[in-house]
Every structure is written in C-alpha cells, then in structure tokens.
C-alpha cells in the first residue's frame, strides 16, 4: 500500500505534493478528517515530540477535508492557524481537499470517526497503521517501524 498522490500548502504557505515530499527514511503522518478530533490527535503530540527529536522520523498532521470544501479554504486555513502558533508545527501540518472515497480507499481507512496514525517510507509505501489514540501499544507499534530514539 502507497500513500496517495495529493497536493497541498502546509500552514506556513508552502506547496507539497506527496508522496514525493516525503523525506527521510520516516514519517509519521497523522489524518484527521473532522474538527472536532484536535483532542485525539494531541494525544499523539508527546510521543511524536519525543520519537521525533534528534532528526528522527518526520511528523506531518494531514487535516483530510472534502474536495467541495475547497472553495473555504482559506477560512479553513485561517482557523487552523489560529489553532497552530507554532512555526515548526505550520510546517508540519498540510490540510487536504480529496475526494475522501479515493483517499481512503488508497489507505484502507474504513472509519472517519478514527484519526489514522502511518509510518510512511520515503517511497511513499505504508510501513504501519494505528488506527485511534495513542496508547503504549500503539507507541511500541510505531517505534518498531522506526526505531527507538
């Protein structure tokens, strides 16, 4: 499995295209699909704070909203700026405009009440899915795809 060919601009307003813009030989990429699972995704935030220190595998937050929505974008953008002060953490968090079917489909997400958590390979392949909040199983389940730090 591959992760799906989409483009976006991180928060901080610079275009990516993946799974190209993948780098390094990790990442962790967080998929978030409603508003309302900030909680469950800061569940994650100090293992990722953690196992991502001294260049260890990168960490993307991939906001996955409908392709129709585009056209709110940039108040969209707005909110979720005002949500992340942080400038490493702007980088690091790319809203997507999909067509949720294809995308999740590409992914085998069958719930978009769950975050989805991946290791995703430089080449764009599917090393691991934790599907919900982070707990130390899911923690050890991640370090064993990308090492401990």
């Known amino acids: ?17 993946f799974p190209d813009d993948f780098r390094g030989s990790h990442t962790i990429a967080l998929i978030a699909f409603d ?7 800061d569940t994650w935030a100090p293992f990722i704070n953690r196992i991502a220190r001294n260049d ?3 960490a993307r937050l ?6 129709a929505m585009r056209m709110m974008e940039k108040m969209i953008v707005m909110t979720l700026c005002k949500d992340v002060a942080e400038p490493a953490a702007r ?5 997507l405009f999909v067509d949720l079917d294809e995308f999740c489909s590409a992914l085998a997400i069958v719930d978009r009440d769950l975050i989805h958590t991946f290791v995703v390979a430089a080449d764009g392949s599917i090393r691991a899915h934790i599907t919900g909040l982070f707990d130390e199983a899911a923690g ?5 795809h990308v090492g401990r730090p």
Do not use: H
């Not at 980088?91 to 809203?95: D, F, G, L, S």
């Open 140 to 144: 050890r389940a991640i370090e064993a």
């Open 62 to 67: 991939f906001p996955v909203l409908p392709r």
């Open 1 to 17: 499995m591959y992760f799906p060919e989409v483009q976006g601009e991180n928060l901080a307003g610079q275009p990516l295209s």
């Open 56 to 58: 260890g595998p990168r």
């Open 35 to 41: 508003f309302k699972q900030r909680a469950d995704i």
């Open 91 to 95: 980088e690091a968090t790319v809203p």
